[in-house]
């Protein structure tokens, strides 16, 4: 923890940029080291932080997911309506975007972005681990679509880090909201503990399902700025290949699991809504920030 965190008064900005950290220093390859007894007690201390974080979340979502139990045509319609009824769509934060964002605050939107991306290929490495056949299967072809069929310059992640430097974008964890952070920190949790790993299946069904409209609001903001291609590219590409993403994820990931275990239903869904309720407190923290930018600039 660093002499910021430790006096810093936002419990919630304190907690976040702390498990940030740890998350992207035990994700890296290391080394043996003499002190890995150390450093196993100190990854304890943040598991149980990031255990209590995740429980509290899972607390604010139960009551609603319990309305998708049912059978598997049941389960996948509600699944499907969270599209258009999910915590934090269609948020007025992105047709402004599209429409009204000056170029600063574009700049400024995706560097939080930027800085709250966990990786969707690293996750869907994790989270596939010991699945069944046939969503297994799924998360390959999904793995390979996010490598870029093989090809560098294709690798999703690489057009992430493309656009950070085509625009000059300097995303950190302490320049970057806590709510962005939060939700990165919840992808990582659900998707490196076995224990949520029906939650992890949720969580990134939900991405695809609900991805498409709000990057291709992003592009249409991009173009608009006079952003180009490369820029551009990572939201362009998402915008239309995460629809067949999610119909095959629905198809061949949920639909199967749920039928042949009634009772992962239940996890599938707040896994989902978790995901989608910590890009509402995005979008709500964003907007809130980006108002007080123009109002400031306006005086």
């Given at each position: 923890?660093s002499?910021?965190?430790?006096?810093?008064?936002?419990?919630q900005?304190?907690?976040?940029?702390r498990?940030?950290?740890?998350?992207?220093?035990?994700?890296k390859?290391?080394?043996?080291?003499?002190?890995w007894?150390?450093?196993?007690?100190?990854?304890?201390?943040?598991?149980?932080?990031?255990?209590?974080?995740?429980?509290?979340?899972?607390?604010?979502?139960?009551?609603?997911?319990?309305?998708?139990?049912?059978?598997?045509?049941?389960?996948?319609?509600?699944?499907?309506?969270?599209?258009?009824?999910?915590?934090?769509?269609?948020?007025?934060l992105?047709?402004?975007?599209?429409?009204?964002?000056?170029?600063?605050?574009?700049?400024?939107?995706?560097?939080?972005?930027?800085?709250g991306?966990?990786?969707?290929?690293?996750?869907?490495?994790?989270?596939?681990?010991k699945?069944?056949?046939?969503?297994?299967?799924?998360c390959?072809?999904?793995f390979?679509d996010e490598?870029?069929?093989?090809?560098?310059?294709?690798?999703h992640?690489?057009?992430?880090?493309?656009?950070?430097?085509?625009?000059?974008?300097?995303?950190?964890?302490?320049?970057?909201?806590?709510?962005?952070?939060?939700?990165a920190?919840?992808?990582?949790?659900?998707?490196?503990?076995?224990?949520?790993?029906?939650?992890?299946?949720g969580?990134?069904?939900v991405?695809?399902?609900?991805?498409?409209?709000?990057?291709?609001?992003?592009?249409?903001?991009?173009?608009?700025?006079?952003?180009?291609?490369?820029?551009?590219?990572?939201?362009?590409?998402?915008?239309?290949?995460?629809?067949?993403?999610?119909?095959?994820?629905?198809?061949?990931?949920?639909?199967?699991?749920?039928?042949?275990?009634?009772?992962?239903?239940?996890?599938?869904?707040?896994?989902?809504?978790?995901?989608?309720?910590c890009?509402?407190r995005?979008?709500?923290?964003?907007?809130?920030?980006?108002?007080?930018?123009?109002?400031?600039?306006?005086?």
């Amino acid at each position: 923890m660093s002499a910021d965190d430790i006096t810093d008064p936002d419990p919630q900005r304190q907690l976040h940029r702390r498990l940030a950290r740890f998350n992207a220093v035990r994700l890296k390859p290391g080394s043996p080291r003499p002190q890995w007894r150390e450093d196993l007690a100190c990854e304890h201390e943040h598991r149980l932080l990031e255990g209590d974080f995740l429980e509290a979340l899972r607390s604010q979502v139960q009551a609603a997911a319990s309305a998708s139990a049912g059978n598997a045509d049941h389960f996948t319609g509600w699944f499907e309506s969270l599209e258009r009824t999910g915590p934090g769509q269609h948020h007025a934060l992105f047709d402004w975007l599209a429409l009204e964002a000056t170029l600063p605050q574009m700049r400024w939107f995706l560097t939080q972005e930027a800085a709250g991306e966990a990786g969707f290929e690293d996750l869907l490495a994790c989270t596939q681990v010991k699945l069944p056949p046939q969503p297994k299967l799924e998360c390959a072809r999904n793995f390979w679509d996010e490598m870029g069929h093989g090809k560098q310059s294709a690798m999703h992640g690489q057009m992430l880090e493309q656009m950070v430097r085509e625009l000059d974008l300097h995303p950190a964890i302490d320049t970057t909201v806590w709510e962005s952070l939060a939700l990165a920190n919840t992808m990582v949790a659900l998707a490196t503990t076995r224990r949520y790993a029906w939650h992890a299946i949720g969580a990134l069904g939900v991405i695809e399902l609900t991805a498409p409209g709000r990057v291709k609001q992003v592009a249409a903001g991009m173009r608009r700025l006079g952003l180009g291609g490369r820029a551009r590219a990572y939201f362009d590409l998402h915008a239309a290949l995460d629809v067949s993403h999610s119909r095959a994820w629905i198809r061949e990931v949920i639909r199967p699991l749920v039928e042949a275990d009634p009772a992962c239903g239940q996890f599938i869904a707040e896994g989902a809504l978790m995901r989608l309720t910590c890009g509402e407190r995005c979008f709500a923290r964003y907007s809130a920030e980006l108002q007080r930018v123009e109002e400031t600039a306006a005086c």
